[in-house]
Structures are given as structure tokens and as C-alpha cells.
């Protein structure tokens, strides 16, 4: 038994309990492969197969890639989280109400509306260019394709977003079409609002004042969505 036959021997037991460095692995896996005597004891020691070391690669990368599989699903459906719970919260907030989300978690949530599409855009770009230098593209095809969309659809919101105007006026209703619409008179001329069978029913056509806070968009000033009002009386 030479040098590297007998320290091979010392790390083993170590080998077989996972305990060992990467780089000792990498020794114990090269030296058995050409040594039989070393491979033997390998497999005597660990009651395994006469290859066992190949056997402890594949073992190890199964291991490995399944860990990753995981991670990545995990932080994908932490995205998705992200914004379902933002969604609701918004909504919540646009009519003040705050039972399920207090105001302070209103406040503190939405930092991450600009954060999360970041942190996805640095995830995608990382994983491309891990792609490309190791040409892992069967690999990280799918996950790259999972980012893609996942950043196209908040790239989507936020841009959707930067185009919608938030108007508070003190205004009269001109008109109401169906339960669902409103039509009052803005600044500009008449804005037709989406809302609810409620608000549409309550309101008066009669010259009544009433508060109005809604969302319009930039390039449709003369359309938007009703989320207070102000003034109806109870």
C-alpha cells in the first residue's frame, strides 16, 4: 500500500459519512477508480456495490439538483405570492378599508413593488449568463422561461401603472347608463366611471355635489374607475 493508498484509507470512513471536504471526495473518487484494492475496501466498508463511488456522484448530483429544483420553485412562487397579497391589499386600500391589512403593512409592503421585479430582473440576467458560460441551456431552460414571464407580466403592471391618474374633484353626476357606470361632469368635459351596483344606485342625477376619487389613465381621460365617493347620503 503506497502514500496515497494509505490516506485514501483515513478518509473513507470520513467519505462514507459525507463528512469529508470537496476536495478530499474528489481524491477518494479518483484514486478508487484506478486502484482495486482501494475500491474494494471502499466497498467493503460501506457494505455498497464494487463502484461505489460512482454510484456516490450520482447520488450526490440527484441530491444536488434536486435541492436546486426546489429553491427555484420556492423563490418563483414567492414572487407570485408577492404580488397575489399586494394585489389584495391595494384593492383593500383603494376603499379604505384596512381590516385584514393595517395601514403600517400597507406602507411597508408596497416597498417592494419596485424591489421584487428588480430582484427578478438580477435572477434572470444571473441565471442567462450562468446559462451561456457553461452552456446549460437544457439545464435552466425552463426556469429562464419561468422568469421571463414572471418579469414580463410586472414589467406589464408597472408600466400599466405609470399611465394611471389618480383624481379626487367635487363634481355632479350627469347620467347613469347601467348599475355599473357613471357618468359625471369633470373638468374637461364628462368622465364615465366603473363602480358598483351600490354607488350607481345611490347617487342622484338631480345636481347633487358629491366627492369623487378615481383612476383614469393618461391616454383616456374621459374613462376611469370610481374608488371613493364622497357625500351620498345614507
Known amino acids: 500500500?503506497?502514500?496515497t493508498c494509505a490516506v485514501v484509507a483515513d478518509l473513507i470512513p470520513l467519505y462514507l459519512d459525507g463528512a469529508c471536504s470537496g476536495e478530499s471526495r474528489a481524491l477518494v473518487e479518483e484514486h478508487t477508480a484506478r486502484c482495486p484494492a482501494c475500491r474494494k475496501l471502499l466497498a467493503d466498508m460501506g457494505d455498497g456495490p464494487a463502484e461505489p463511488a460512482a454510484e456516490h456522484v450520482l447520488r450526490q448530483t440527484a441530491r444536488r439538483f434536486g435541492r436546486q429544483a426546489a429553491l427555484r420553485a420556492?423563490?418563483?412562487?414567492a414572487i407570485v405570492l408577492y404580488w397575489l397579497v399586494y394585489l389584495w391589499?391595494?384593492?383593500l386600500a383603494d376603499v379604505g378599508n384596512y381590516r385584514w391589512f393595517p395601514y403600517s403593512f400597507h406602507e411597508t409592503y408596497?416597498?417592494?413593488y419596485l424591489l421584487v421585479p428588480l430582484l427578478t430582473l438580477i435572477w434572470l440576467a444571473t441565471l442567462l449568463a450562468r446559462s451561456i458560460r457553461r452552456?446549460?441551456?437544457r439545464k435552466n431552460g425552463a426556469m429562464l422561461a419561468v422568469l421571463a414571464v414572471l418579469l414580463a407580466a410586472q414589467g406589464g403592471y408597472l408600466w400599466n401603472q405609470a399611465n394611471l391618474v389618480h383624481v379626487t374633484s367635487w363634481s355632479q353626476v350627469v347620467a347613469v347608463p347601467d348599475e355599473y357606470h357613471i357618468v359625471i361632469e369633470g373638468g374637461e368635459g364628462q368622465v364615465t366611471l366603473a363602480t358598483t351596483p351600490l354607488v350607481a344606485?345611490?347617487?342622484q342625477t338631480d345636481g347633487t355635489i358629491y366627492g369623487f376619487s378615481y383612476d383614469s389613465r393618461r391616454d383616456s381621460p374621459d374613462e376611469g374607475r370610481l374608488t371613493f365617493v364622497y357625500g351620498i347620503a345614507e
Open 1 to 3: 500500500m503506497d502514500k
Open 74 to 77: 420556492a423563490g418563483a412562487a
Open 89 to 91: 391589499q391595494e384593492a
Open 110 to 112: 408596497t416597498l417592494g
Open 135 to 137: 452552456r446549460a441551456w
Open 201 to 203: 344606485n345611490l347617487v
